[in-house]
């Protein structure tokens, strides 16, 4: 007989019929197809020669002048303590190494110009300062002309077009590295140490568990500046795109935020289903992922499930904090977010394609929903049979799922690569343990 809950139908022959309770996406998994060759990122790795600064993409630290200029740098201070620099000068960039760097997107989703045309936005008085400052050094000068002519580059202009295109008019394109609303956090390394393959790339989980939640906190502190810099943005869309199958134009580990005036169909749907039923985070996805054994690790600011109802097998990160958004949260609770979040991207490894998904209520929203984080395995492509139902087959149950990270966790917690957690049936969630909102 199908289970009695209709969001979640086990079938007798085995297929998995899932409805996401939220955004109701429908899947089905089908015994069997789980155990199809699931696609390889890296098929035959190449050999590397090693160069010290590294220098292998437009990320590393040899090249810090391939990007736009940088808002702000976290570095570690000669006695180990984190600091953040910034804005910098161009003749600044060379005299530390970045644990973190922050700049402007090339390629913009929402341009600068989108802002300036349809709000009538300005940069702030801080930002023409640190573009006026920025541009009065010879160097400076030329590294934000040199961008430009990159971007020109890239997007098909010959290098006579880029030649003749007067100073005056290619500044005044760099006005988006000071003001953009679109920017990268862009981590140190781009090779873990000693690597000999191309496939030895530095992802999320192999950063320790405090440098990534530094990257958390530095990631956060962008957010609020973002939305400090340009009033008329409603929402930061903060996401982190693993590996080219995954949308990732550069393999260097890198976050992306994008401010935005509208908050999508998605976060639509989440805060129209908290207005029917606050609650609907506590029992529809943890209390319920609880009783149906899908729990994968938990701490006291955080708990990790394999989520129900996703194209992509997912591992969902929820906050059990009252606070609403990623900067709200104490350090303390961005830790132990963190904490899950590196260890799951730890747990699925370098070689797996990935999309990271930050969701938190917006600012001025009346409805709450928690912080939370998804990470898609994009292990599977959609293809005709999804595009003409919008059922969407996924290779693996939750269960399959949490059966897979649970012992890959287990075995990286007895090599000290993740922070303490409770791990699969160690996990103990008293009922609805989320607190988002609640007085
Ligand atoms: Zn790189």
């Not at 908290?274 to 994968?296: G, R, T």
């Amino acid at each position: 007989m199908p289970d009695p809950n209709p969001h979640y139908q086990k079938l007798p022959d085995g297929t998995l019929k899932h409805r996401h309770p939220i955004y109701g996406t429908e899947v089905w998994t089908v015994p069997d197809r789980s155990s199809r060759p699931f696609r390889k990122a890296f098929l035959s790795p190449q050999p590397i020669k090693m160069a010290e600064p590294e220098n292998y993409c437009d990320f590393c630290q040899a090249n810090y002048f391939k990007t736009p200029p940088e808002k702000t740098r976290l570095i570690l201070t000669p006695n180990n303590s984190y600091q953040t620099l910034g804005p910098l000068s161009a003749a600044e960039l060379g005299r530390s190494k970045a644990l973190f760097r922050r700049v402007t997107n090339l390629f913009e989703i929402v341009p600068l110009n989108y802002w300036l045309k349809n709000h009538d936005f300005r940069l702030s008085a801080e930002q023409i300062q640190w573009q006026k400052d920025y541009l009065a050094q010879p160097q400076g000068m030329k590294h934000i002309l040199e961008v430009v002519d990159t971007k020109l580059r890239l997007t098909g202009k010959t290098a006579e077009q880029i030649q003749s295109i007067p100073a005056k008019e290619k500044l005044h394109l760099a006005d988006a590295f000071f003001g953009g609303n679109h920017e990268l956090i862009i981590a140190c390394q781009h090779f873990k140490p000693g690597a000999q393959f191309d496939n030895e790339l530095v992802s999320a989980g192999d950063l320790s568990a405090t440098d990534h939640a530094q990257y958390f906190l530095f990631t956060i502190a962008a957010l609020k500046d973002i939305h400090a810099s340009n009033p008329y943005i409603r929402y930061v869309m903060v996401f982190q795109n693993w590996l080219h199958a995954a949308g990732a134009s550069v393999e260097h580990l890198h976050r992306q935020l994008v401010g935005m005036d509208s908050y999508g169909p998605s976060l639509e749907q989440a805060l129209q289903a908290v207005h029917k039923d606050p609650n609907i985070y506590n029992s529809a996805i943890i209390d319920f992922s609880a009783k149906e054994n899908l729990v994968v690790a938990e701490n006291d600011f955080a708990v990790g499930i394999a989520e129900l109802g996703h194209q992509f097998p997912t591992l969902a990160i929820y906050s059990k904090s009252r606070a609403l958004r990623p900067e709200d949260h104490t350090p303390e609770e961005v830790a132990g977010i963190s904490d899950l979040a590196q260890a799951f991207h730890a747990a699925t490894g370098n070689q797996t394609p990935c999309n990271e998904e930050w969701y938190y209520t917006p600012r001025g929203s009346q409805d709450r929903i928690p912080w939370h984080i998804l990470i898609k395995w994009r292990i599977n492509n959609l293809a005709g049979f999804e595009g003409g139902t919008k059922i969407y087959l996924n290779p693996l149950t939750p269960k399959d799922l949490k059966d897979r990270v649970v012992p890959k966790l287990k075995e990286l917690r007895a090599l000290n690569k993740i922070a303490k957690m409770n791990i699969g049936d160690e996990c103990r969630p008293k009922l609805a343990p989320l607190l988002y909102g609640q007085r």
